[in-house]
């Protein structure tokens, strides 16, 4: 059985805020350091959540955390943020609510920690499955690619986020995630060029020089030691804790899952090597003739390099620092740049290289997140934007205005948020509403966006207004506009208060924030709201060969050129931030409210003025009393009468009736007064919270009796147990003794009885046996008798046969032996007569020898062994070609038997009749060929040249003939109105599948070769879907596997490649490609088509390519390939592995 908690149970402090008493900023502070000593690093307010930042792993992220808090009630388990994340999760599920989880807090106070405990949690309890656990992987390796290029070590955070995010995850009908938008704010650009003490520029940076392989610095032009590069600080090159090599990897991996391709990734890492180089990059002064100074680029190898990496010519760019354009109408007025100014432009050129490319990263992340579905999807917001920035010794600039004007917003509607969310609630419940006192922060918000005199608008106006335009002369309209202002306070405005004020430098501001005042130092006021980039530069950019160039610098096209000023970066934060506010007006907020306990960045450590200094800027004071201002408790009928039912007689131990009936008796039985209280349709509301501490003491007290009574109740029961258990054991040994005695006497009687059953019937067996064997020695006695005589009359008659077969053995002898001697007497006779006959015949050919020797003597002369060999020679000879007649091979040219060569002397004719032999049988067998034929087979000598041993699937068309035209088109009725519609000959007539981007499927197309075009066909109705002449063809590309994909690639800009190429698959790609290799050929009259055989290449689809790679691995559905899409820029073909 499961047991129910509550956020009261074993608290440590308090849990809720709002239930703190007294109310004071002394003992709210020290609830938090209580709390905070005993690892308690959240608390409520509400449905608020306070964070502390612990500087160490705690053991409360586990799974098992993650399942104690799945699917319960927000106030049921001790505060946590996983109940925030679960709350938020169930109301989008179940109550089809967008949701919005707000993070602030200052930097290092752990808010994008948060956030992704937010989305951790959120992953691990939603659905399963490939599709959902990609979208889940590819949204949490979103986090570590954007850590890496917008998050910096500053000094008071090792990874502090230095832009605004804004994910907004989507979810279907199931609760199931699709995807995500992530949108971001403000990015500190100005890091890039220069960096307080003590911190340091981007991750990217160091992570790039420290982790990326030599090859790739080499590739990239770098080198690691960081002091080469002006742009990194040095004193904070290194921090504890951080593995900038391993983090590389990370992010390496991270934008592989995320869907970046490897040519993607390196032009990232272009870009980020040259805005290192850009930092390098020195300017001199050269004096010209009109006495102005010129800057000149001191050492030139730095913008070399710079230039081969981004494609630009170095002469362009060189002009760009030198020289500025100013366009007015029709004129155009060139000036030169002094070093100042140069390095200004540098500078300049720097950050918005940066900033462009980081936003360009979270387009391009958002292009692989998006939800691939267009029903009506569910979402969750997760803002973690920078907290309230307060430096104190009054270096606040331009950043810091920003920042603190997005907090005074996100404060507004949370007060709005807050108010409304307890309205609806009171009214919900059937409670009278009263107005709640509160500081209304909106004055200040019109202060600073008043689209006519607020701070902003101001800033604007200055920036546009023609002539000298400086920091002071926007203090001075400031002090002219805003001087009657309440929260606004100058040393040279007209209110004299303020003239004695020495803690007021006269370059300076200060705004009363709803967190505190805050001192804004108005130098760079002006030039951070222009972000100003020369026209030059940008047109430079954009000349670049680079791919991302044209994209990041669109105002760099001279066909485009806008002569209109470009937007301030103070009115496009404001119009963000007013999107942003509205988008969050349409959801359900949930709050997270980070703080950190000291500047140490250590464990163990609460430092009270510090954490007094963020609730106040946090206005979690204001909260907790907007929270308290009707009543400060509220709780549903069935867990309230649940706890306290043991307070009244009545409810205890059980309430039959409606569960707000008990809570009224409850209520009256425990004499709380009715001012205390009000009772709603579901809920009971508790004003004061001294009386919910007065109903805990006497529950604990009750505890504390029933504990007893259990304790006394329990250990009756024991001791009944126990006697009870001792009694049923004494009957069951006493029933097994008797049993036992029993059987024991029960054993020796059979065995007595058995013994005498044994002896009698052994005397009955005894005396049978022997009457037994008396009748069987009398049986024996006479068949011995009866076999002696029987054996007696057979040996007589044996002797008798035996006399009998001597005497005629004796006869035979005797004739053998007479026959013997005959036989060897004729046999004698015969030799003799041999002997002689052969005697004769030698000596008649002795004298015959002896009468040729005499007749040939007179012609043997000294040349005749010449003749002997010549004679023996061509006998030799005659012998081996009539054995050639015999021994020929077959008229097969395949055949490769030949006879062996009987002789080393025959060996050059031998090798030579081979080869006449060969082409003349070949000769033959080329003369039975048809034209057809021959055509035929020069095709397959063609295929052969092109695929063989590069194509896995060429083996198995060798003998397959290439037919041409498998539909029969010109004979199928159904294909008469495509026979009408091409006018030249169709050379070949296949269906193929052509393969859809969007899922990788194929759809079945009638493919038609003529002599110069190529057509594709719909299958059923024949109407021409696309006809391609052969000259817009410019390769064909086909894997090194056995499947049949190949893609045909299209000339650039050609009326045919509008749509982009084909990506086909067909059973007879051998001979569709042989025939389009020869008939291009044909066409083109020049050189062979680029055929690429590769097992992967890119496709153009439209306006984006499209990597298709090939992989070895049986598809589910059969063994021949599947194709299937895995991102917006891949799809992958699983070939089944070959048998």
């Known amino acids: 059985m499961e047991v129910k908690t509550s956020l009261l149970d074993n608290m440590i402090g308090v849990g809720d805020m709002v239930l703190l008493e007294p109310l004071n900023e002394v003992s709210f502070i020290e609830n938090l350091r209580k709390r905070f000593d005993h690892n308690e690093i959240y608390t409520y307010i509400g449905s608020v959540v306070i964070s502390m930042n612990p500087y160490r792993s705690l053991s409360i992220f586990t799974p098992e955390k993650v399942e104690e808090y799945r699917n319960r009630n927000f106030y049921e388990l001790s505060p946590h943020i996983y109940a925030l994340a679960d709350e938020a999760y169930r109301s989008l599920r179940d109550q089809d609510k967008d949701q919005c989880i707000l993070i602030t807090g200052e930097s290092g106070a752990g808010k994008t920690e948060a956030s992704k405990l937010v989305m951790s949690y959120v992953a691990a309890v939603c659905g399963k499955g490939q599709e959902v656990n990609k979208v889940k992987e590819q949204l949490l390796q979103s986090n570590p690619v954007l850590e890496a290029f917008g998050n910096a070590k500053t000094v008071r955070n090792d990874n502090s986020s230095r832009f605004g995010k804004y994910m907004d995850i989507e ?254 609630e009171y009214v919900r419940e059937g409670i009278e509403w009263t107005n709640i006192e509160y500081f209304n922060n909106a004055i200040i918000c019109d202060l600073i966006e008043n689209n006519q005199n607020g701070i902003l608008a101001m800033l604007d106006e200055e920036c546009l207004r023609p002539g000298t335009v400086t920091d002071d002369t926007f203090l001075d309209k400031l002090n002219t506009i805003c001087a009657e202002h309440q929260h606004f306070e100058s040393r040279l405005s007209k209110n004299s208060k303020f003239l004695t004020d020495h803690s007021l430098p006269h370059s300076c501001f200060r705004i009363q924030h709803y967190a505190g005042k805050v001192l804004y130092r108005v130098e760079g006021f002006v030039d951070k709201n222009n972000d100003l980039l020369y026209r030059d530069l940008s047109q430079a950019m954009y000349k670049a060969t680079h791919s991302l160039m044209k994209q990041l610098f669109p105002e760099g096209n001279p066909a485009k050129v806008n002569l209109k000023r470009p937007l301030t970066a103070g009115f496009q934060f404001k119009a963000s931030v007013g999107g942003l506010m509205r988008n969050l007006q349409t959801k359900n907020p949930n709050y997270i409210r980070c703080i950190k306990p000291n500047d140490k960045k250590a464990a163990h450590i609460f430092t009270d003025s510090l954490v007094c200094h963020q609730v106040r800027y946090l206005g979690l004071m204001e909260n907790v009393r907007v929270r308290r201002a009707g009543y400060a408790f509220r709780q549903p009928y069935e867990p309230c009468l649940e706890r306290y039912k043991m307070l009244c007689k009545q409810t205890w131990p059980h309430w039959r009736g409606p569960a707000r009936d008990g809570v009224e008796v409850l209520l009256t039985d425990c004499s709380v007064p009715a001012e205390e209280f009000a009772y709603g349709r579901s809920k009971i509301f508790i004003r004061n919270p001294r009386t919910l501490f007065t109903l805990e003491e006497r529950r604990r007290a009750c505890l504390e009796d029933l504990a007893t009574l259990i304790q006394k109740i329990y250990r009756g029961w024991k001791c009944r147990t126990h006697f009870l258990l001792l009694k049923k054991s004494q009957v069951v040994v006493a029933a097994w003794y008797r049993r036992y005695a029993q059987q024991k006497k029960y054993e020796k009687i059979k065995s007595a009885t058995l013994v005498m059953q044994s002896f009698t019937r052994g005397w009955k067996a005894r005396k049978i046996l022997r009457q037994l064997k008396y009748e069987k020695r009398c049986k024996e006695a006479v068949t011995t008798i009866a ?263 299209l000339k650039e800009g050609s009326a045919s490649a509008a749509k982009g190429d084909f990506l086909l698959n067909s059973e007879h790609l051998i001979e569709i490609i042989t025939k389009l290799h020869r008939t291009w050929t044909t066409a083109a009259d020049k050189d062979q088509i680029n055929i690429d055989i590769s097992d992967e290449f890119l496709v153009q689809f439209k306006q984006d390519k499209v990597c298709v790679k090939f992989i070895q691995g049986g598809p589910k559905n059969g063994t021949s390939a599947a194709c299937k899409r895995k991102n917006n820029r891949l799809l992958e073909v699983s070939v089944p592995s070959s048998p």
């Open 787 to 1049: 076999a002696y005589w029987h054996g007696t009359q057979a040996r007589m008659e044996l002797r008798r046969l035996k006399t009998e077969a001597r005497n005629k053995h004796a006869v035979s002898v005797i004739w053998a032996y007479w026959q013997g001697t005959k036989a060897r007497r004729e046999l004698r006779c015969l030799k003799e007569e041999a002997r002689r006959k052969h005697a004769v015949a030698v000596i008649w050919a002795y004298w015959r020898g002896l009468q040729v020797r005499r007749e040939y003597r007179k012609f043997f002369r000294a040349n005749a062994g010449k003749k002997i060999y010549c004679f023996i020679i061509q006998r030799i000879m005659q012998k081996y070609f009539l054995g050639l007649k015999t021994t020929v091979p077959s008229m097969s040219p395949i055949d490769n038997t030949w006879s062996a060569q009987p002789y080393s002397f025959l060996e050059g004719a031998h090798t030579e009749l081979r080869r006449i032999f060969h082409l003349w049988r070949c000769k033959k067998h080329r003369g039975q060929f048809t034209e057809e034929k021959k055509a035929v087979y020069e095709e397959k000598l063609e295929a052969s040249e092109i695929f063989k041993n590069k194509k896995a699937l060429y083996p198995s068309s060798v003998s397959q003939p290439f037919k041409g035209d498998y539909l029969e088109i010109h004979k199928n009725p159904k294909y008469q109105k495509l026979n009408s519609a091409v006018e030249e000959k169709v050379l070949l007539a296949d269906v193929v599948n052509k393969i859809n981007r969007a899922n990788g499927k194929g759809s079945p197309r009638l493919f038609l070769l003529t002599k110069n075009n190529f057509v594709l066909a719909d299958q059923k109705t024949g109407q021409v879907k696309a006809s391609v002449p052969l000259l817009d063809l410019t390769s064909v590309s086909v894997s090194t596997q056995s499947d049949g994909f190949f893609a045909l690639k």
């Open 171 to 424: 979810f279907d009908f199931k609760g199931d995630p699709l995807g995500g938008v992530i949108s971001n704010y403000l990015l500190e650009k100005s890091r890039v060029c220069k960096q307080p003490r003590g911190e340091r520029n981007f991750h990217i940076f160091y992570q790039l020089l420290s982790g990326a392989s030599g090859d790739t610095l080499m590739k990239l032009k770098l080198d690691r030691d960081f002091s080469k590069y002006n742009y990194l600080s040095l004193d904070s090159a290194t921090v504890n804790g951080l593995d900038d090599a391993a983090s590389f990897r990370t992010v390496r991996n991270a934008m592989q899952i995320v869907g970046f391709m490897e040519d993607e990734v390196q032009l990232v890492l272009e870009l980020v090597a040259a805005v290192l180089k850009l930092g390098n990059i020195e300017f001199k002064p050269e004096s010209r003739v009109n006495g102005f100074d010129e800057s000149r680029v001191k050492d030139k190898n730095d913008l070399k390099e710079m230039c081969e990496l981004l494609g630009i010519e170095q002469s362009v760019l060189e002009r760009a620092f030198s020289y500025r354009t100013v366009e007015a109408k029709m004129e155009k007025v060139s000036t030169t740049l002094n070093v100042a100014q140069a390095y200004y432009a540098r500078d300049a050129l720097a950050k918005n290289l940066y900033s462009r490319l980081f936003s360009w990263l979270v387009t391009r992340i958002n292009e692989s997140i998006k939800a691939q579905a267009k029903t009506r999807h569910k979402v969750m917001g997760v803002l973690d934007i920078y907290g309230f920035e307060i430096f104190e010794d009054g270096d606040n600039s331009f950043e810091q205005f920003i920042i603190n004007y997005c907090n005074e917003k996100l404060q507004q509607i949370f007060i709005e948020l807050t108010l409304r969310e307890e309205q609806e």
